[in-house]
């Protein structure tokens, strides 16, 4: 008797509610960290970068900065993946415009690396659950693991080196400080145990238990259908 776990194929509508829920976790993540001036990892670093030295929004930047990966994922992981994608992106940008609309004019960004990193990390592993992606570069590493064999996180945090060394020319040095932690915090978890140890803050540990929690429910079974070869 074969002790694996089966899982069952995602409905559409299991993939539609899911997909939704990464979007509205993303975008106001991405709006939190636009209000605090800080940048993450990914295109929604690149769209908040850009957006920072021109008058484009991170809503208007984000299909952009997207479009090209997207053709990428197209050729690379197949039409359901680029078609969920560019959903993702289209439907991102648009909630990124209300959820920046709706916030305060400036979010501390002591408080924007937790709250933003955590909404938007949680959001990216309800995209991949779902086969689908935020976008940027996260296809190509995606698409590196698939291929290659190449732990697509390892390769994301290469990637978000490259774009924290063009923030350094772009960014005060405060604010870079904080996007570091904010990108730290979607990467490594031993990086938000600590900040969870020493913090006073009731907020803050609320926050960073959300994002672990979410994490732990979002990766195991990921992980358990890689194992069995069974398809989010």
Request: aromatic share 10%.
């Amino acid at each position: 008797m074969s002790n694996e776990t089966t899982f069952p194929r995602h409905t559409t509508l299991d993939d539609t509610y899911g997909l939704f829920t990464g979007v509205v976790l993303s975008a106001v993540g991405i709006a939190v960290l636009a209000k605090g001036g800080v940048i993450t990892g990914e295109s929604s670093g690149m769209a908040l970068l850009i957006s920072y030295v021109t008058p484009w929004t991170p809503a208007q930047l984000l299909p952009v900065v997207n479009l090209p990966f997207i053709l990428f994922g197209l050729f690379t992981m197949g039409r359901a993946f680029a078609a969920k994608t560019l959903a993702v992106s289209l439907s991102l940008s648009v909630a990124v415009h209300i959820a920046t609309e709706m916030l305060l004019p400036h979010v501390d960004p002591a408080f924007a690396w937790i709250a933003g990193g955590t909404l938007l990390g949680i959001g990216i592993l309800c995209f991949a659950r779902h086969n689908a992606s935020i976008g940027g570069t996260g296809v190509v590493t995606l698409w590196m693991q698939k291929r290659y064999g190449i732990n697509a996180g390892k390769a994301q945090m290469v990637f978000d080196a490259c774009l924290f060394v063009v923030a350094a020319f772009i960014q005060p040095w405060e604010q870079l400080a904080w996007s570091l932690c904010a990108v730290c915090e979607i990467h490594v978890d031993p990086v938000v145990l600590c900040v969870y140890i020493v913090s006073e803050c009731l907020v803050y540990r609320l926050l960073i238990l959300v994002r672990l929690i979410g994490k732990l429910v979002y990766t195991v079974p990921i992980n358990s259908r890689r194992a069995h070869n069974e398809p989010c």
